[in-house]
Each structure stands twice: as C-alpha cells, then as structure tokens.
C-alpha cells in the first residue's frame, strides 16, 4: 500500500515527465453524426422553406456521412413544426422556418410553447425575397401615391388579402396602411394561391406578396405591380419602383428563410453546418435553383442571423403590439 509520502513522490516524478498526475482517462468524443439526420419543414411541400431544405439536404448528407431527410410538419403557421425543433433531444434534428415562427409569433401568440431567442440556435439565414404590391386592374392607380390617394378617398371600400393575420403578407400591407392612415378591409386565406385568384378576379383588391406567387398574372396584365419592398429592383420586374423611390425610405423589407436548430447545438457544430449550407447555396448549382425561384442568396452565419431575428422582432412585434395584431384578425 502506498503512503502518503509515496504518493507525493510519485506525483513529483510524473510531473517531472509531464505527466498528468492522478488525471482520469481521456473519454473519447462520440462521432457526430452517428444516424441520420432530418431537416423538419414547419409548412407543406413546394413551400419556401421546404425547397430551401430540399437544396442543402443531400449536401449534408455528402458531407456528414449519414441521410438527411426532409420532414414536412406543417401547422399553425409554422409554429408546430418550429416548436417541434425547439423540443428535440437528440442531437440529429435541424430546422428550416422563416419570419413567422422565428421572430413575430413571440409577439402574435401569447401562449407559444416555445421561445425563439432561448430554444433554438440561428444557423444561417439562407435566402430572402423582396415582396411586391399588386392590386387589381379596376383601381384607378399606377403609382404607389395614387393608390393611397385612392384608398384614403375611399374609406372601407378596398379589401386585400394575405396568408393570415400576422403573416408577412400581412404585416406588408400594415405597414402601408399605417403610413398612410388607410381603412382598408383584411381578408385572410389559406394560402397565396386562392387569394391570387380572387384577386385576379376582383373579389379582393390588393396584396402584398411574394414576387414570384405573382409575376404570371403582372406580366399578363391581370394585375398591376405598383412597388416592390426590397432595397433594389426586382430583376423580373425592372420597371416597378422601391418603395424608397416610391417616396416612402427606411421601410423595405422581405421575406426570408433560415436554418435552425436547438439552443443545445454545440457552437462548433452550428458553424460546421453553416459552412456547409453556405458552401452549398453560394455554389453554382445550389445557387442557380434558389434564384431561379426568385430568391437572392444572404449565406449569413449564426451571429449575423441571430442579430438579424432580433431586429426583425421588434420592428414587426411593435407594429403586432401597437395595432393589437392577433391570429384571429
């Protein structure tokens, strides 16, 4: 049996080696990923988040070494499927989601099951896309200024549509009504498809939306397109204003989607798959799909996208809170 004095001497001759003395045995670090992964999509397939996980899943799974399956769990306006990636555990699930769920649900539902800011870890804000307004060929408009002269000299007796109360498409149209002490009626829909026929139709009036949900029936002449929300033009749509030029600066804004995954990712394994996703999405081929569907590639890292949520939070959370903006409006 050693002494106390065998011990000392002992640790004095290791220490003289460099050994660690008394030191517990090196664990190994578990390789990761060790199954496959999956990427939850919290709306439908063909949606803008669902094509944007389409386009990293299989580099991920080339880079990584395990599948990548895209898993679509839409609901409550992306709100269940983001929860869903908020919750997991294992260590294999990754997310897709967009302004909604990530920066004014925390605003529009006060009972959300999950917080953005403390239970999931930005990864990359991956794409965005400028929205534009357009509104059917009866308003007498064909300027931003003269269809709110229009509405403002009709109270009540324009409508337009969105995806939902407190959806981006929503909030677009909001914003402009606010600026211009607008009365204009809100009518809901399910999706931009169905809204897009009535709207083609005359039913509604106006909408703020997505270019590409749009540019058929604009540049058929069904609708008119009177300014687009980005910084910039539109390429596919090089004769339509900003809303800048339209006389109204410091308001652009888009659409956008990111990836995500819990707050409990390692940081070192968030920038390795925001190296990946921005090596896939900034390549020719990732690159050339996103555009050709109207997006304009950002690639910014998970610092960059986290400051980016907060900001979107309290420009379009204020409005929410300011004009008491619920689901049910």
Request: hydrophobic fraction near 45%; charged fraction near 15%.
């Amino acid at each position: 049996m050693f002494t106390n004095d065998h011990k000392i001497q002992r640790r004095a001759a290791l220490a003289l080696l460099g050994a660690p003395a008394l030191s517990a045995p090196a664990v190994a670090q578990p390789h990761w990923p060790d199954r496959p992964l999956r990427i939850i999509v919290p709306f439908p397939g063909g949606s803008t988040p669902d094509l944007t996980a389409r386009v990293i899943s299989p580099a991920f799974a080339e880079a990584l070494g395990q599948p990548c399956v895209v898993e679509n769990r839409p609901g409550a306006g992306g709100n269940i499927g983001t929860d869903a990636v908020a919750k997991a555990t294992d260590g294999h699930t990754l997310g897709i989601s967009i302004n909604g769920p990530l920066a004014t649900a925390p605003a529009l539902f006060p009972n959300l099951t999950y917080n953005p800011a403390r239970d999931l870890a930005p990864v990359c804000l991956m794409v965005r896309t400028a929205q534009v307004l357009v509104i059917h060929p009866s308003v007498p408009a064909n300027t931003l200024a003269e269809f709110m002269a229009y509405a403002k000299a009709n109270p009540g007796k324009l409508s337009y549509g969105s995806v939902g109360a407190g959806s981006g498409a929503h909030l677009g149209m909001v914003d402009l009504i606010a600026r211009g002490d607008l009365d204009m009626v809100h009518v809901p829909y399910r999706g931009f498809a169905q809204a897009t026929v009535d709207l083609v139709a005359g039913r509604i009036q106006a909408m703020v939306v997505i270019v590409s949900a749009v540019l058929s029936p604009v540049r058929e002449g069904q609708l008119k397109a009177l300014v687009c929300t980005g910084e910039e033009r539109v390429a596919s749509l090089p004769n339509v204003p900003t809303l800048a030029e339209a006389g109204i600066p410091d308001a652009a804004s888009y659409a956008w989607s990111g990836l995500i995954a819990p707050a409990s990712t390692p940081a070192e394994r968030v920038q390795r798959l925001f190296e990946i996703t921005r090596r896939t999405i900034t390549a020719p081929e990732g690159k050339a799909r996103l555009e050709a569907a109207g997006f304009q590639i950002t690639a910014q890292g998970p610092e960059a996208f986290r400051a980016f949520i907060a900001d979107e939070a309290e420009r379009w959370g204020g409005l929410i809170r300011r004009y008491n903006i619920s689901p049910d409006a």
